[in-house]
Each structure stands twice: as structure tokens, then as C-alpha cells.
């Protein structure tokens, strides 16, 4: 009879976790402000270049362009790479870059938006959006 409880346990585990992941957003939407003493330049030079300033990245390297659009992959920190894609490219205004790979469960487009702090010309206030989708891999 006790080894009734393990697959029970399971059972119950599964429909606990289907439960809890029918109740989160399919689409998620964050947006970030932030000042900096840099110029909207600066800021995009370092946007724009490696995303070694990430510590949460830990390694990188580029692709060939695909549609025209410049692609890179950058390993997260469980060993995973994903691969980007650049969508949008103004600089120093705004840079848009998105999750290029179709095979991952996830993706997600984050948009930096850059300009001058009207109190201060030297400085940069930047916006960053990420929109976010989840899927089933399709």
C-alpha cells in the first residue's frame, strides 16, 4: 500500500504545477527608467557592444546575418545559448533586440530607448522594455 503514495504524490505534484502554469500570463510586458551621468552615445556604445558588462552572460559570439538582420549568441549562466537578433538599430536613440531562435519554449524582444535627461544635458535616461511571450515550443 505505501507504494501507492509515490506515484499519488506525483499525480498530485502534476496538476499543482499545470495548475499554478495556467494561471500566468502568456504575454508579459516590464518596463524599466533609469538615469545615468553618460551620454545617450555612451550608453549606446556599451548597449550595443559585448554584453560582457552582463553578469549573467558567460559567453558570446557572433553568427552570420540572417535576413539581414546582424545575429549573435550569448551563454547564460545553466550553459544554455540563445541566439539574438538585431531588429531595430538607431543609434543613440534606440536599439531593439530579440530572441532568434524558434526551438526555445520562450522569447522575448527587449527595446532601448535613449535620450537626454532634460534636467541635465550630460546625462541619459533610458527606457527599457522587454515584452516576453511563453509557448509550448510552437
Not at 77 to 94: C, N, Y
Not at 119 to 127: F, I, L, M, Q, V
Request: proline share 10%; charged share 25%.
Amino acid at each position: 500500500m505505501k507504494w501507492l503514495w509515490l506515484p499519488g504524490g506525483a499525480l498530485i505534484l502534476l496538476i499543482l504545477m499545470t495548475a499554478v502554469g495556467a494561471t500566468l500570463p502568456f504575454r508579459h510586458r516590464a518596463t524599466r527608467r533609469a538615469r545615468f551621468r553618460q551620454s545617450p552615445e555612451a550608453l549606446y556604445k556599451i548597449l550595443a557592444g559585448p554584453p560582457d558588462w552582463r553578469s549573467d552572460v558567460r559567453g558570446y559570439g557572433t553568427l552570420p546575418d540572417r535576413d539581414g538582420r546582424k545575429q549573435w549568441w550569448e551563454q547564460d549562466g545553466h550553459g544554455r545559448k540563445i541566439r539574438f537578433e538585431l531588429v531595430e538599430d538607431s543609434p543613440p536613440a534606440r536599439r531593439a533586440v530579440r530572441i532568434a531562435d524558434p526551438n526555445l519554449p520562450f522569447g522575448g524582444t527587449w527595446t532601448f530607448e535613449i535620450s537626454p535627461a532634460p534636467e541635465a544635458p550630460t546625462c541619459a535616461s533610458p527606457r527599457m522594455e522587454k515584452c516576453a511571450t511563453c509557448s509550448s515550443g510552437s
